[in-house]
Each structure stands twice: as structure tokens, then as C-alpha cells.
């Protein structure tokens, strides 16, 4: 017996996913046993067939998102589908955008800045700290003002702001939209990180002309950090990494410099009171908080670290450090996944300007 048209092409899956649907109102009615397992399995296996369609047709992208379908399905309903079944699909998903890496369309803007509007580099090293201190600690992007930006934006284009997006990285999706509160939460952050990255190219191109114009030390560069109140291996560990970027190796400077915000952040934490452990009752043990941890950290009397810190630097770490859609720094650089393309002088000062923030902060103390 000949399939129904619907299952003959698989670009019509929507329909035969539809079918699927009425026949299991039917089905349940006339008290058929197993017809709910039966009419998921019959979406997925049109789900399937429709990016198995598109990846023969070398539409890669295309098929990612088919297969990234049918595993939201079988995870949501796990117990119709086994372990093998799920393993096939994440790596199929994974083959299918690496394969479709080619398929962007690559946009290069050009964006002239002065060179006096960046020129940070003073008449004596200690000048040169001051000035990119100054710049760091104003530079934490307003995310009430970006907001702002970026709904006048939306008024101007309507219909793109309503487009819902999906964020790929090599061989995996790390985050979709749906719709235009979400485009806008997208939208802010990815103006946040622009400005923090032309800051910080703008950083390191000082650094680098200060230390052979000026003698510029990485001892000139922590100077700023004694707010924190840091050990001094920390502070060993801090300007080993600026010595390596002072001589031109950002690849060791980004590896030494990156875990340590979160090192200084857990230490200015637990000396103004804030407990920075995390109790695990069914191992019977203590472990150091991780990152997300510590960042949702809360006080006895109600205060939090984002209370502490202040909304905008907060979300600002958030992106730079954890946000699988932000740089991610501590992601990419604690689970071994950065390469030479992450490891910039760029990189390296913003994480020089994180420090310097929190330093910041941590002068400035709880908002009264």
C-alpha cells in the first residue's frame, strides 16, 4: 500500500505531524492502547525525514534545525525514546552545523575611530594606569540606555525586530529567540560586548605602546587592584599574565588572566562577609562555589552580590564570563575550548577592565 502523499514528502511534515494529532484524538477515544507514544513517534520520524530532506540537499543549517526539533522532542519525551537514539541525534545536530558552517554569509563593518578619541597612554606609566582606570570603571555598559537604543531602533524596523534568531557556535546551538523581548535581551547584549570590545582594543594597543615607550610594568598595572584586598599569589599569578601580554604572548596572557576573576571575585566576597562555599548533604562535603554560584550569592540579611555590585556591572560579568551567548570567557577558557582566535590582546584587556571594575566596586562598597 502506497504512503499518503504526506509522508511521500517531507516537506509537507507539518501536515502529516497535524494528521498525527487527529488520529490520536480518535485513537484515545475508540481506547486504542499506547497512542500517545505512537503519535510522538510518528512526529518525530516526520521531523526526521524533513532535515534528513534538507542535509542530502546540502542544506545543513537548514537540517540542524530539523534535527535540533526532533531532539527537543525526544527529551521532553524521554521515555519513548532510548539513549542511543538521543546520542544520534545531538551528534547528528553537531554534524549538521559544522557542515553548514560554510553557509553564512560573512558581514564585515568598518567603524573609524580617532586615534586621540583612544589614545590612552600618558606621560609616565603611572598616568597611563590612571587614565585606563578611569576608562574601565565609566565603561560599564548602561543597560537602560541600550535598552532605550535599542527599542527606537525597533520602531524604525518593525517586522526585523520581531524575527525570531538562533546563535550558533562551532557544532552546537547556544541560544534562540522568541520573539521580540527576546531580540531586544539579545540585541542589548550584543551592543554591550561591541563597546567593550573597541574599549579594549583600544586598551591593549596602550599597553603595549606604554611599556616600550614608558617602561610600563605589570607592578604599575595591579597597583589599582588593592581595593580587592587579594593574596599574594593571586597578585603573582595577575602580573605573570600582564608580563606575558607586555611581551607580546596573549595566548599565555588570556590563560592566566581569565580564571582569575573569578579568583578575585570569591576572595573580595568572603572578606565582606558573603559565603562562598556550597554544602552538599548526600556527599557529606564542602566544594567552593562555581561562578553562577557565587554570583547569586545572598547575605543573611537579604543584600545579594548583584545588590552589591550594582545591576549593570552584574549583567556585565554575566556576559563577559557565563552568558553562552555573551564571550563566555570562563566557559571557553575553564573546559579547554579556547583557541589561538580567543586568545587576543583585546581579550586580555578586558579582562584587565573586569578586574579594574571590580575594584571599583569594591571601593565604592554597599550603595547606601
Same mark, same amino acid.
Given at each position: ?24 484524538? /480518535? ?21 526526521? #525525514? ?22 527537543? =522532542?525526544?527529551?521532553?519525551? #524521554? ?12 551528534? &547528528? ?82 541560544? +534562540? ?13 550584543? #551592543? ?5 570590545? =573597541?574599549? &579594549? ?7 603595549? #605602546?606604554? !611599556?616600550?615607550? /614608558? ?26 599574565? /600582564? ?38 548533604? &548526600?556527599?557529606? +562535603?564542602?566544594?567552593?562555589?562555581? =561562578? ?16 552589591? /555590585? ?12 557565563? !552568558? ?21 590582546? &583585546? ?22
Amino acid at each position: 500500500m502506497p504512503l499518503p502523499i504526506y509522508e511521500q514528502i517531507p516537506l509537507l511534515h507539518y501536515f502529516d505531524q497535524a494528521i498525527a494529532e487527529v488520529e490520536y484524538e /480518535l485513537r484515545k477515544a475508540w481506547g486504542e492502547p499506547r497512542v500517545h507514544e505512537r503519535m510522538l513517534r510518528r512526529q518525530f520520524e516526520a521531523t526526521m #525525514r524533513c532535515a534528513g530532506f534538507h542535509r542530502s540537499h546540502g542544506n545543513d543549517l537548514v537540517a540542524a534545525e530539523f534535527f535540533g526539533q526532533a531532539r527537543a =522532542l525526544a527529551t521532553k519525551y #524521554r521515555e519513548y525514546f532510548t539513549d542511543a537514539e538521543l546520542t544520534q541525534l545531538g551528534r &547528528a545536530e553537531q554534524q549538521a552545523l559544522i557542515a553548514g558552517e560554510d553557509e553564512f554569509t560573512r558581514i564585515h563593518i568598518s567603524i573609524e575611530v580617532p586615534k586621540a578619541v583612544m589614545d590612552y597612554v600618558g606621560d609616565t606609566p603611572e598616568e597611563t594606569v590612571q587614565t585606563i582606570l578611569a576608562e574601565a570603571t565609566a565603561a560599564v555598559p548602561p543597560r537602560a540606555r541600550l535598552r532605550k537604543d535599542v527599542l527606537e531602533a525597533n520602531r524604525q524596523a518593525p517586522l526585523q525586530a520581531m524575527m525570531g534568531r538562533t546563535m550558533v557556535a562551532p557544532g552546537k546551538v547556544v541560544g +534562540r529567540t522568541g520573539g521580540e523581548a527576546d531580540n531586544v535581551e539579545a540585541e542589548i547584549q550584543s #551592543r554591550a560586548m561591541l563597546q567593550t570590545h =573597541l574599549l &579594549a582594543d583600544g586598551i591593549a594597543s596602550a599597553l603595549q #605602546r606604554a !611599556s616600550t615607550q /614608558l617602561g610600563l610594568t605589570p607592578e604599575h598595572l595591579t597597583a589599582p587592584l588593592a581595593p580587592l584586598g587579594l593574596d599574594t599569589g593571586t597578585i603573582a599569578l595577575i602580573q605573570h599574565g /600582564l608580563a606575558r601580554l607586555l611581551a607580546g604572548d596573549p595566548m599565555s596572557a588570556t590563560h592566566v588572566l581569565v580564571p582569575r576573576i573569578e579568583d578575585a571575585l570569591r576572595q573580595h566576597l568572603n572578606a565582606i562577609g558573603f559565603d562562598t562555599t556550597e554544602f552538599r548533604p &548526600a556527599e557529606g +562535603r564542602t566544594d567552593d562555589s562555581s =561562578l553562577g554560584g557565587l554570583m547569586r550569592k545572598e547575605l543573611p540579611d537579604g543584600r545579594t552580590v548583584r545588590d552589591y /555590585l550594582g545591576c549593570d556591572l552584574w549583567d556585565h560579568l554575566d556576559s563577559m564570563l557565563s !552568558s553562552q551567548t555573551g564571550l563566555n570567557l570562563r566557559h571557553e577558557f575553564a573546559h579547554g575550548l579556547a583557541r589561538p582566535a580567543n586568545c587576543t590582546p &583585546a581579550v586580555a584587556a578586558i579582562t584587565l577592565m573586569l578586574l579594574y571594575q571590580l575594584a571599583g566596586a569594591a571601593s565604592r562598597g554597599w550603595p547606601t
